[in-house]
């Protein structure tokens, strides 16, 4: 018999396409089953091609759930932490029969991903609640976001901290905070996005007294209508042109946790080549993925959430 605070924690991710051959289909998932067009099939496939075939999320996320297990089982909390995707395998809906069927009748669940938008957040709670219709007796406890955590800041500051430390001695360095742009539409309904993400980088700059900082969002979709900026590139742009801008910029991705198609491409491709053809110096953070810190804060995020029996 199982003991009362013995939960499953639901750890979601976006997901990511196993192989070449899936992008097609992934992209298919993403737009609710309508067909790709060719053209943003090729787009996407050349964008894989370029961080070596594949993008590492799904094993990042795998390893991150590990840890968080143990961190948990390690302070006697009885958890177990399955890991789902929205996108692809293994998706949510084929996660949730196998918790109901381990018997556990409690989940907490989780997006890697600290700051809410109900077109991105919502997108995981839907998916959640449709894969538990007909099902009786589950007690769901789904985190809307933990952007605001400490330990979550302690984290983002302790990988800046480190990066800032690979430019030459006394360098100016601008930090730039970047998170995934979205359609401006959902300002229209007060969306809580853009001031969540305001207020996790102020608490980080504050945590490190950072005083000269900015925001720009990154890996705004190809659509016909506007998305939230300014974009990563028009922001060092302004660096680029100004005299008045150090050469020296920090990109620190607060709205991602873990190496992915939007860090390794959208950064560490487009934003650097970018960078260095305008004679600036870019760097960014450490991705959190599975630092000890990180992990901690998961398991904070958790405990927070939860009444121990």
Same mark, same amino acid.
């Given at each position: 018999?199982? &003991?009362?605070?013995?939960?499953?924690?639901?750890?979601?991710?976006?997901?990511?396409?196993?192989?070449?051959?899936?992008?097609?289909?992934? *992209?298919?998932?993403?737009?609710?089953?309508?067909?790709?067009?060719?053209?943003?099939? #090729?787009?996407?496939?050349?964008?894989?091609?370029?961080?070596?075939? &594949?993008?590492?999320?799904?094993?990042?996320?795998?390893?991150? %759930?590990? &840890?968080?297990? $143990?961190? *948990?089982?390690?302070?006697?909390?009885?958890? =177990?932490?399955?890991?789902?995707?929205?996108?692809?395998?293994?998706?949510?809906?084929?996660?949730?029969?196998?918790?109901?069927?381990?018997?556990?009748?409690?989940?907490?669940?989780?997006?890697?991903?600290? @700051?809410?938008?109900?077109?991105?957040?919502?997108?995981? &709670?839907?998916? *959640?609640?449709?894969?538990? #219709?007909?099902?009786?007796?589950?007690?769901?406890?789904?985190?809307?976001?933990?952007?605001?955590?400490?330990? /979550?800041? =302690?984290?983002?500051?302790?990988?800046? $901290?480190?990066?800032? !430390?690979? /430019?030459?001695?006394?360098?100016?360095?601008?930090?730039?905070?970047?998170? @995934?742009?979205?359609?401006? =539409?959902?300002?229209?309904?007060?969306?809580?996005?853009?001031?969540?993400?305001?207020?996790?980088?102020? %608490?980080?700059?504050?945590?490190?007294?950072?005083?000269?900082?900015?925001?720009?969002?990154?890996?705004?979709? @190809?659509?016909?209508? #506007?998305?939230?900026?300014?974009?990563?590139?028009?922001?060092?742009?302004?660096?680029?042109?100004?005299?008045?801008?150090?050469?020296?910029?920090?990109?620190?991705?607060?709205?991602?946790?873990?190496?992915?198609?939007?860090?390794?491409?959208?950064?560490?491709?487009?934003?650097?080549? /970018?960078?260095?053809?305008?004679?600036? !110096?870019?760097?960014?953070?450490?991705?959190? !993925? $599975?630092?000890?810190? /990180?992990?901690? %804060?998961?398991?904070?995020?958790?405990?927070?959430?939860?009444?121990?029996?």
């Amino acid at each position: 018999m199982r &003991k009362l605070n013995d939960f499953a924690v639901l750890l979601m991710a976006y997901g990511t396409p196993s192989s070449d051959e899936d992008i097609e289909a992934y *992209l298919a998932d993403i737009r609710g089953g309508q067909k790709p067009a060719p053209s943003a099939v #090729k787009d996407l496939k050349e964008r894989y091609k370029a961080i070596g075939g &594949k993008s590492p999320l799904l094993e990042i996320t795998l390893a991150q %759930a590990s &840890k968080l297990e $143990t961190v *948990l089982n390690s302070q006697g909390i009885s958890a =177990r932490v399955y890991v789902a995707m929205k996108h692809w395998h293994p998706y949510i809906r084929e996660v949730v029969p196998m918790i109901l069927g381990a018997g556990y009748r409690r989940i907490i669940a989780l997006t890697l991903a600290p @700051h809410y938008s109900k077109m991105s957040i919502g997108g995981y &709670k839907r998916a *959640l609640q449709d894969s538990l #219709k007909g099902t009786h007796h589950v007690e769901v406890e789904f985190i809307d976001s933990w952007y605001g955590n400490p330990i /979550f800041h =302690r984290a983002v500051a302790e990988r800046i $901290t480190c990066a800032l !430390n690979q /430019f030459q001695p006394n360098a100016e360095v601008h930090v730039m905070f970047t998170a @995934h742009s979205l359609p401006e =539409r959902i300002l229209d309904y007060g969306d809580p996005y853009p001031k969540q993400l305001a207020a996790s980088c102020q %608490a980080i700059a504050d945590l490190l007294k950072i005083t000269h900082w900015s925001f720009a969002y990154q890996s705004a979709g @190809h659509t016909s209508e #506007k998305w939230l900026g300014p974009d990563i590139r028009s922001a060092l742009d302004v660096f680029s042109n100004s005299a008045e801008h150090c050469r020296n910029v920090l990109v620190v991705p607060v709205g991602f946790v873990a190496d992915h198609l939007e860090i390794l491409y959208d950064i560490d491709v487009e934003a650097q080549g /970018f960078a260095n053809r305008h004679d600036l !110096n870019l760097r960014r953070i450490e991705s959190l !993925n $599975t630092s000890s810190m /990180f992990i901690s %804060a998961l398991a904070d995020v958790v405990k927070s959430r939860v009444s121990i029996a």
